[in-house]
T-cell receptor, first 113, second 113 residues
Framework: KAGVTQTPRYLIKTRGQQVTLSCSPI?????VSWYQQTPGQGLQFLFE???????NKGNFPGRFSGRQFSNSRSEMNVSTLELGDSALYLC????????????FGDGTRLSIL | DQQVKQNSPSLSVQEGRISILNCDYT??????FLWYKKYPAEGPTFLIS?????DKNEDGRFTVFLNKSAKHLSLHIVPSQPGDSAVYFC????????????FGGGTRLMVKP
């Protein structure tokens, strides 16, 4: 069974640009969540999508947004990039019901110059 | 306010011995707890989870213990193997609120041959 796939693996952008990251969940999983990992803040929850609707949102500015498509694939967008947005962005999928673990992709490493 | 804490940034154990990783939480609404292992340049890999209705869950060499009154959980690895060397994260969620994981800061486990 294929795992969670994130593209691209690495990305370099400059301040002020915008970026779109993609995530394909495990087949049959309806929930997709996004997390940001930085050395200073650790792993932090960005948002969760379930059946194309945002179900939860973390404490991030509105520059961070996402969406989910009918096939459960998800995209995350960051506009007006700042140096502090440099991080590993991780996507996780799960069945979506309670008591089931989330499974992570290998992430997209975003570097802002 | 860190709701999930791993107070030991690192732990060194001899091969064949038991590794015990600890995690404390403050939010009494958390009812589902997970442990993940992470290698560099990879996403977190799910290891084991436990619901708040249980106090112990086993899967092969891995056992998770939950003490709700102390708001404490631990992961026991027996016997420890060099391949277990990685960063271990505990995470917690309130299942009724969907899939929003709150992570601890991680513990780096080194298993020496």
């Amino acid at each position: 069974k294929a795992g969670v796939t994130q593209t691209p693996r690495y990305l370099i952008k400059t301040r002020g640009q915008q970026v779109t990251l993609s995530c394909s969940p495990i087949s049959g999983h309806r929930s997709v969540s996004w997390y940001q990992q930085t050395p200073g803040q650790g792993l932090q929850f960005l948002f969760e999508y379930f059946s194309e609707t945002q179900r939860n949102k973390g404490n991030f500015p509105g520059r961070f947004s996402g969406r989910q498509f009918s096939n459960s694939r998800s995209e995350m967008n960051v506009s007006t990039l700042e140096l502090g947005d440099s991080a590993l962005y991780l996507c996780a999928s799960s069945v979506g019901t309670g008591g089931q673990p989330q499974h992570f992709g290998d992430g997209t490493r975003l570097s802002i110059l | 306010d860190q709701q999930v804490k791993q107070n030991s940034p690192s732990l060194s154990v001899q091969e064949g011995r038991i590794s015990i990783l600890n995690c404390d939480y403050t939010n009494s609404m958390f009812d589902y707890f997970l442990w993940y292992k992470k290698y560099p340049a990879e996403g977190p890999t799910f290891l084991i989870s436990i619901s708040s209705i249980k106090d112990k869950n086993e899967d092969g060499r891995f056992t998770v213990f939950l003490n709700k009154s102390a708001k404490h959980l631990s992961l026991h690895i027996v016997p420890s193997q060099p391949g277990d060397s990685a960063v271990y994260f505990c995470a917690a969620s309130n299942d009724r609120a969907g899939n929003m994981l709150t992570f601890g800061g991680g513990t780096r486990l080194m298993v020496k041959p």
